[in-house]
Structure formats: C-alpha cells, structure tokens
C-alpha cells in the first residue's frame, strides 16, 4: 500500500470517527441528557441556588406564576453539595447564568448546614481547585442549548443513551427549567420512605464525621448574597425536610439558624426558616420533599415573599 | 498529556508526520523535542527534575570506564543518591515524617517541637511529579549497568536524554534498559506501513481497554470504595473483583498504548503484561504482571542481596516486596498489599516440595492441581488489592469486615443493570481474547483478515468506542506512581 493511500484512508476513518461521534452527541442533546443538562442551556432572569433539596423542591413555574413582575426565565441552578456549594466558581456560574442589564430578578437562596462543609482533610485554599473540577466550574457555557460543551466534557454517560428517551420515567421529571420533580410512584408506602429515611440518616451519621466547616463557603454566601443584591430581590431560606433530619443537622451545628439569621440580617436580606415546619411536606427520603410536597412548598414561599414584601417580616 | 485526551490526538500526528519526514540525524531530536513537551504538558516546572536526573546520569555514567574502581564507586553513588533523593523528597517525605510522627505519638514521646508537624512544614503540598518511579528505576539501570560494564556509556547525550524521556512509555512504562533501547534510538528507520498499522492497531485496542471497558469498571468500584460501610456485602465483593479488573486493564491499556505509539514509530518495547489473569501460581504472576519492574527489582535488588550480600531468599523477597510495595505509593497500605503478596510467595516456594508429594500421592490431574492453584492464587491476590486501592488501612479493614455482612444479595449499586451486564461482558470478551492472543499481539486478529472484513471490523471498532465509551477523561492510574 502507497503511503498516500494510507493517509487517505487513516483520514476517512477519522472523518468517520468525528461524523458517528457528533451525531450521537447530537442526538443525545434532542433528548433527555441528564438531571443537570437543564440547568445549563438558558440565560436565566431570575435564579434559585442552592443544593439538591433545592433541586427537588422549588418549581420555578409556580413562582413564575405567583410573582410574575420578576425577570424571567426564573431557572433552578441548584445542584448538589459537590456540584453547586457556595465558593468563587459557583458565583462565577451564577454571573455567567445572568445577563449583565438584570437588575430586577427574584433569587431564592437556599441553605442548610451542607452547604458550608467540605471534606475535613481539605484545606480552604484547595476548594477553588476543587469546585473547578465540578460541573460549573469546568464548562465555559452554561446558557446554550443544546450544550454541545456540556455534553462533550462533562456527559460521563455512553453515548448509546442517546437510542433511549428516558425522559418518560414514572418518578422523576427533568423540567426545561432545571427542577428536578421526583413523584412517589403508587406503588410507593411508608414503608419505602422509612427504609429511604435510614439510608439518609446512615449515610449523614457517616459523613458527619469526615466532615468540617468551611470559613470559605460562608464567606463566599455573604458574597453571593451581596452580589444577588445588586440584581434583585434575594431570599434566604431554610428548606423544610425531615424532622428527624433537621434535628440531626441541629444538633451538629447548634447555632445555624440564628447564625444565618444574623448574616443575612446584616446585609439586609430576609432569612425564612421553614425547617419548623418540616410535618407539613412529605421529604421522601428523609431529605428532599417529592413533587406534591414541592409544589405546595413553593406555593407557600411565592404566598410569604409576597407578604414580606408588603409587611416587611420575615418567615422564622 | 493525557493519551485518551483531545491534545494527544493532535500531538501524536504532527510527532510521526515531523519524524518521518526529517532526516535520520534529526529525529532524535524531533523526538526528544516531543517528548519534554509531552512531558510538560501535565506541569512544565516538574521537567527540572527529569533534566537533573539526565544530567547527572549521563555525566556520570561516561566518566566511568576510565575512571579507577573507587571512582567508579563514587559516580556510581552519586547517581543513585541523586535520583534515590529527588525521588524521597518528591515522594516520600511527608508519608516519611508523618509515619515518624505517628510512631513519637504512638510511643507518646513530645521530641518534635509543639505545633510543627509533617502538615504544618506543608511536606504534603509538594507536587508529585508525573511518572517519576518510571523513569527514575529506567536512568538507574543504566548507571548501574554502566557501572558492572553491560553496556558502554551513551556519549551522545541528545540520544541518552531521549532514552530518559521517550514519551511512549515516559510516565508509565514499560521500564526499558538501555541495552534494550538505546541502539533502537540510534537506528535508521525506514517508513514501514504495515509496523505503523500494527502500532495503530495496539494503541486502538489500548484506547478501547482503557474509555470502554477500564473507565467503565472504575464507576462500579469508585461507588463501592467511597462507601466501605455499605451493607451490601455482595456489592463489595464485586467491587474488589471488578477493581483487579480495572487495574489490570487499566495499567494494560496504558502499555498497549505506549508500544503501539513506539511500533509506528519503528521503535519496539518490551511486553509487560503476559495473561497474568491466567497464573496458576504467585511466582508464575509476578512473572507475567508488570514485567518490567519485577525484572528490574530481580535484577538490581534481589540477585544483589542474595548473591552478593547473601542473604536469605525469604529475607531477599520480603525486602523486594516492601521496595515494590512504596514504589506503587508512599503509603502503608502499599506496603501491606505487596507484603501480603510476598507472604504468599514465600508459602508457595517452601510448601512446594510437600506439595507436589501430596498431588503426586493422591494422584490428582494436573489440571485439576493448575485449576485450584489458579483459583486460590488470583482470589488472594485480588483480595490483597483492596489495601492498594483503599485511601487507608482502616478503610480497607472496614472494607474486609463488610464484606462478610451476609445480609443483602444487593449489587445493583448503580442502579443499572444493563451496565453491569456490559462491564461482565466486557471481561469476558478481554480475557477470551487475552487468553488466544496474548497482550501484545492483539493486532492479529485484524492483519490476517480479508479487506472487507477488516473495514468492517474499523467501523465496528469506531462505533463501540463512540456508543460504550465511558467519557471521564480519567488520568490512567499508573500515572500517580
């Protein structure tokens, strides 16, 4: 064989390659992607942040509906604590999801104890590089659709789930707005959600002790909330979850609430604690409430921010 | 430069068309020009240390042969303090200082001043430098082989350096002798297609072991690892197990990868892998697992300490295992991996006289004898590799323990069925197609087809690696030693 013929042929196998590559790539992006894909192709108006019981818990469209004079899209870019703690990459995220003449949208920031705690043998210094690494951090576009850029970087699944739309399952629904809506299935008792509950509380009894406090991820909440400011409303609130959880959660960190309480006091943004009122939702497993109870909560935070606005009292 | 990465797709093209093209009294340099920037890719300021070594070597090395014995022996140890010493503080200080420290505290003794400790002194910050066992034990073999006068110092010292850094086997193998490598360098190589083929065909196979099958295998064993106190002790069992897999295919494909690369450019590496999944025994493993560094530590520690300082054969083993054990990583469960490996080499060579007395007298076939020393070898050494892949050793202890909580069947872990069919698959086919073609001639199941066949098989290859590959861009595990 000719040395030219050679080349030829290594260059339409690889033309071959890219073509097969980025069709299925292609593909995947028409359909369901995964549960963070949606919290990345559009430019948002208004924003909640947060961790997965954020994720779970708030539908935009309701507070589209309930507070319609905010900028809209109103996009959930909550994820999960590896994904989505406060530090400088997820404020860079967050800037990156807004567009620069915002000035008048609605933020729900979401908070709870893990939001603020990294794993005890990293050091403050090496959390940027490590929330580099994650989603946000990694991607440059967060606001286009499809995300082709999403999809080649951090799409960690094979690609021959682009053959399959699992957009349909009966439990969980990957909303165009980025919230995650998990529905118990019929079939579901209590029995499954106490079985659930344990798995949550073993696995935090677990991590609890790997874990520490981070002075950098509450320093970048006091900036997040600072920036927010400067586009809008912004709300802190404490999602309400099991009451066994929330028990848990306060025990190991005795002063949360008034410690958020006073911080976002100081910057003056109104902090709505709802963890009190945990028997009113139904978290599935302990921790994140399932579609009805998300629904209502939402429902129930529109119908608060409404009268905060209007009396100026907070939510304790 | 990660070679499962966009930027070495790029790289590797522009490196064979640019030697090809230059003359024979260019490419050492070409290569030698690639492979610092293939090093430097991954942390430009960590080439320093690869130049030192180089340095050192080379001038010590040709100082050599007419230098006095005692001369000789001065260079010989220069050599090995300066690479021994950039290898210590690189990699072992803060796992030495804090095992130092543990120990004080253990013993409860206050001799390091309050407040100093191996973190506070931020030993533990200093950046491992990528592949740094690799090429150390490479350019150590060479002084000392200078040294015993088997092979003659390179007085090129463009081509020594290249032997050094050649980015095929750079960061992770296999470890080349000079003997072996040097006189290749200096060849002339012709343009030959079909080599080049066979090269692609390898490093294809390598990339397919490695984003298909090895990365596929990790999201399995990364889940039961991150959670040691899982209940689900069937899960555990397949973590460890899909683990030695994993390493295995891991390391593999690496080395797949590294002879293909150096096959297209007419230079041939040295195997090293050899079926080890199918050793009937431990001895017959460590002869078929990472071949050239079991050669190395034979032929520079262990014939050493048991010809020239006479020691015992157990005495050798265990010193070899331990030096094997803190090559893999500055940590003690390393050391208790390669140490459980050693015991069971040491039981393996004294019971075997007993042994064979007792098959012969109950007159067992000798297959039956292969199939049971193959069944009880690879499940203790498999087991051995929870502590090489455990962060510590009470996690690997919690990991044993848990693994005997007969309580759930459950092993579904990933809550994907379909992906555990495909990750036992996957084995299978690998090891079927191990078993009849060896490691490093995989390419013959492509070169004596016919044409048809082979576009099919091309196409088939492209559409496997686009549809199963598992994105994660990991770093290959044996990078980090």
Redesign the interface.
Same mark, same amino acid.
């Given at each position: 064989m000719s040395l030219k013929k050679f080349i030829v042929q290594l260059l339409l196998y690889f033309i071959l390659f890219a073509g097969i590559y980025f069709f299925f790539v292609y593909k995947l992006s028409k359909g369901y992607v995964d549960q963070f894909y949606n919290k990345v192709n559009q430019d948002a108006g208004s924003l909640i942040i947060g961790l997965s019981r954020a994720d779970q818990g708030i539908d935009p469209f309701i507070l589209e509906e309930e507070l319609s004079n905010y900028d809209k899209p109103i996009v959930n870019f909550s994820m999960n604590a590896h994904q989505s703690a406060f530090g400088e990459v997820y404020l860079q995220g967050i800037d990156k999801k807004l567009s620069t003449n915002n000035i008048n949208g609605l933020f729900i920031v979401s908070i709870s104890p893990g939001n603020f705690t990294v794993r005890a043998e990293i050091k403050d210094d090496k959390i940027y590089d490590l929330d580099k690494e994650a989603i946000i951090g990694s991607i440059d576009n967060l606001t286009s659709k499809p995300n082709f850029d999403y999809i080649i970087s951090k799409y960690q699944q094979p690609l021959y789930n682009s053959l399959f739309n699992k957009e349909n399952l009966d439990y969980f629904m990957s909303h165009p707005n980025g919230w995650n809506e998990i529905a118990l299935a019929k079939e579901n008792d209590s029995k499954d959600m106490a079985f659930w509950k344990e798995q949550t509380t073993d696995y935090y009894n677990r991590e609890i002790k790997k874990l520490r406090i981070s002075k950098y991820r509450i320093k970048y909440f006091v900036k997040t909330i600072e920036y927010l400011k400067t586009k809008g409303k912004v709300f802190v609130i404490r999602m309400p979850s099991d009451l066994d959880v929330v028990k848990f959660e306060n025990d190991n960190w005795k002063n949360f609430d008034s410690q958020f309480d006073s911080i976002s006091k100081k910057h003056s943004i109104p902090y709505f604690n709802y963890s009190k009122r945990s028997n009113e939702f139904i978290a599935y497993d302990g921790s994140h409430l399932e579609s009805e109870s998300a629904k209502k909560f939402t429902k129930l935070l529109s119908i608060d921010i409404k009268n905060y606005l209007k009396t100026k009292k907070s939510i304790n | 430069m990660l070679f499962n990465s966009f930027e070495f797709l790029l790289f590797f093209p522009i490196v064979i068309i640019g030697f090809y093209t230059l003359p024979h009294k260019y490419r050492w340099l070409w290569l030698l020009l690639a492979s610092y920037f293939f090093y430097m890719a991954h942390e430009p300021s960590l080439i320093i240390l690869l130049l030192i070594s180089t340095i050192v070597d080379y001038f010590c090395a040709l100082k050599m042969p007419d230098s006095s014995n005692k001369i000789k022996k001065v260079l010989l140890y220069v050599s090995i303090c300066t690479n021994i010493g950039i290898l210590f503080v690189f990699k072992y200080l803060f796992f030495f200082t804090s095992s130092i420290e543990g120990l004080l505290k253990f013993f409860d003794l206050n001799i390091i001043e309050s407040g100093n400790t191996a973190g506070s002194y931020n030993f533990n910050q200093i950046l491992l430098p990528v592949g740094i066992s690799f090429y150390t034990f490479q350019t150590l073999s060479y002084t000392i082989d200078v040294y015993k006068g088997k092979v003659l110092p390179e007085k090129h010292f463009g081509v020594f350096a290249l032997y050094v850094s050649f980015f095929p086997q750079l960061v992770a193998g296999p470890i080349e002798r000079a003997s072996r490598l040097i006189p290749q360098l200096k060849r002339k190589i012709n343009?030959n297609?079909p080599d080049?083929?066979k090269g %692609?065909i390898l490093m294809a196979w390598g990339f397919f072991l490695k984003v298909v099958v090895a990365d596929?295998l990790g %999201?399995y064993v990364d889940a039961a690892f991150d959670n040691p106190?899982s209940p689900h002790a069937l899960s555990l069992v397949l973590g460890f197990i899909f683990f030695s897999f994993q390493i295995y295919y891991d390391f593999s494909a690496y080395v797949s990868i590294a002879i293909g690369a150096a096959k297209t450019l007419g230079y041939d590496l040295m195997a090293n892998f050899n079926r080890p999944i199918f050793s009937t025994s431990t001895s017959q493993f460590w002869q078929r697992w990472h071949i050239s560094l079991t050669n190395w530590l034979r032929d520079y520690i262990y014939a050493p300490l048991v010809r020239k300082y006479k020691f015992s054969r157990v005495t050798a083993v265990l010193i070899v295992f331990i030096v094997n054990g803190l090559w893999h990583g500055a940590n003690w469960t390393f050391v208790i991996w390669s140490l459980l490996n050693a015991l069971l080499l040491i039981i393996e060579i004294g019971t075997l006289k007993t042994r064979n007395k007792i098959f012969n007298f109950l007159n067992f076939p000798k297959k039956f004898v292969s199939f049971c020393g193959w069944f009880i070898v690879i499940g203790y050494l498999f087991s051995s590799l929870i502590f090489f892949r455990s962060p510590s050793i009470t996690h690997a202890l919690t990991y044993y323990k848990n693994m005997f909580n007969f309580g759930s069947l459950h092993i579904n872990i990933l809550n994907n069925y379909l992906e555990l069919f495909i990750s036992i698959t996957l084995i299978i086919i690998v090891q079927t197609i191990h078993y009849y073609k060896g490691n490093s001639k995989v390419y013959e199941l492509v070169t004596h087809r016919t044409k048809y066949v082979r576009y099919s098989m091309?196409?088939g290859y492209?559409?496997i690696?686009?549809?199963?590959?598992?994105?994660?861009?990991n770093t290959f595990i044996y990078f980090q030693f």
């Open positions: - | 343009l297609i080049i083929k %692609l596929r %999201l106190d091309y196409v492209i559409l690696i686009v549809l199963f590959a598992i994105n994660r861009q």
